[in-house]
């Protein structure tokens, strides 16, 4: 696979208390990192809408780089991941579906 798109994993931010214990959520860390693209394959399109879910994009990276993320960024659009396959022990498939405009 070659890795010539670059894409942002991105981990939800964490809930941290000051100095007087007041809870302060810290903004989400972003991950670049460079990643495959692969179509999502009609079967798994279709049963995946059955389940009302709306695959669009397949991106594959290197398994060491993927920390459970459920949110990615890719050409300025978010997408949530729906599924992860890994295909040998060094790739990992995301299966992502866009994220609502409004959420």
Do not use: W
Not at 31 to 56: D, M, Q
Not at 73 to 81: H, I, L, T
């Amino acid at each position: 696979m070659i890795y010539d798109h670059e894409m942002k994993l991105i981990a939800p931010g964490k809930v941290v208390k000051d100095e007087i214990g007041n809870q302060i959520h810290t903004d989400p860390i972003e991950t670049p990192i460079l990643c495959g693209l692969k179509s999502v394959g009609r079967s798994e399109f279709y049963n995946a809408a059955t389940a009302g879910l709306r695959p669009e994009l397949v991106f594959v990276i290197h398994a060491y780089e993927y920390n459970d993320e459920r949110l990615v960024e890719f050409e300025g659009k978010r997408y949530n991941v729906i599924r992860t396959y890994e295909t040998s022990f060094e790739e990992l498939e995301l299966t992502c579906e866009r994220v609502a405009a409004n959420g």
